[in-house]
């Protein structure tokens, strides 16, 4: 079984700030990766596809790169209402990583 | 748009069962494959169980293989969860999603229903 390991657990940052989020597959899973945001209280939404395709509607802010086993969620300048926890999820037994808390500094 | 409406959870026995359903409106339902996924109290996603948009195929996660049935009504738009001999363990807000393509990702959600087993 593919294992997701998302880094850091919690990340503390400012709005207007760049937010950088890992997320490491046990093995390859090639560009097959999705990320989520979730909020408290709130059913997951789908940001990023296939590593770095953005959903519909998602802003041009939110960004997702890599291949393989490294794959990197950026959000360029964050906004008050990014603060949420991210999860990564290949489509390989459909398993999610553990989260991100992104949180306000 | 794409809405998905979850029921049927509540507090129910280890041991005991239950159904739960999800009726999707905004879409085609018949043209797109369904999953259920679920969250324990304070804990991460869980994805359970998949159907095919024709219902001929179905997949399940190993933590509910031959307790869950996943099926749907596609003349009532409706997606089912039948739950047998549940535990402490399953308990959970369960989300119906839809699947992006293929059995890959879930691009809609509904607000889920929670499940609590305890006796």
Known sequence: E?????????????????ATLSCRAS?????YLAWYQQKPGQ?????????????TGIPARFS??????????????LEPEDFAVYYCQQRNKLTFGGGTRLEIK | QVQLVESGGGVVQPGRSL??????????FNTHAMHWVRQAPGKGLEWVAVMS???????????????????RDNSKNTL??????????????YYCARDLRK????????????LTVSS
Request: charged share 15%; with cysteine.
């Open chain 1, 2 to 18: 593919i294992v997701l390991t998302q880094s850091p657990a919690t990340l503390s940052l400012s709005p207007g700030e760049r």
């Open chain 1, 27 to 31: 093995q390859s899973v090639s560009t």
């Open chain 1, 43 to 55: 059913a997951p939404r789908l940001l990023i596809y296939d590593a770095s395709k953005r959903a």
């Open chain 1, 64 to 77: 997702g790169s890599g291949s393989g086993t490294d794959f990197t969620l950026t959000i360029s300048s």
């Open chain 2, 19 to 28: 159904r739960l359903s999800c009726a999707a409106s905004g879409f085609t």
């Open chain 2, 53 to 71: 948009f024709d219902g001929k195929n179905e997949y399940y996660a190993d933590s509910v293989e031959g307790r869950f049935t996943i099926s």
């Open chain 2, 80 to 93: 089912f969860l039948q739950m047998n001999n549940l535990r402490a363990e399953d308990t959970a807000v």
């Open chain 2, 103 to 114: 059995f890959s990702y879930f691009d809609s959600w509904g607000q889920g229903t929670l």
